[in-house]
Nanobody, 123 residues
């Protein structure tokens, strides 16, 4: 069973910084794209940042220049460094990753979500 576990969310003041971590466990052959999403109360879940398997990255316009996504394939981890935090960044942050697993008859693909970690920015 493949799992993603996030950590690092907490209460932080306006303008502060946080680093979120997400570690994958289980049996798989390849981790493809790794992403961070967030969902604020009453809003839809939105993509924050993505680290693609070709090492390219993508950010939402609202976090460009403030957040940085990185990954460590040896540690099976993806990170989100958040700086200059604003109250509108308050949300549950979710890690998401695509995995490739070699099965008996071919390759299987899995899209896995973590349980989320809460980030709250006070004004």
């Amino acid at each position: 069973q493949i799992e993603l576990v996030e950590s690092g969310g907490e209460l932080v003041q306006f303008g502060g910084s946080l680093r979120l971590s997400c570690v994958a466990s289980g049996t798989f052959d390849v981790i493809n794209d790794m992403s961070w999403y967030r969902q604020a109360p009453g809003k839809q879940r939105e993509l924050v940042a993505r680290f693609n398997s070709d090492n390219s990255t993508k950010y939402s316009e609202s976090v460009k220049g403030r957040f940085t996504i990185s990954r460590d394939n040896m540690k099976r981890a993806v990170y989100l460094q958040m700086s200059n935090l604003k109250p509108e960044d308050t949300a549950a942050y979710y890690c998401n990753a695509d995995f490739t697993v070699k099965g008996l008859t071919g390759w299987d693909f899995y899209d896995i979500w973590g349980q989320g970690t809460q980030v709250t920015v006070s004004s």
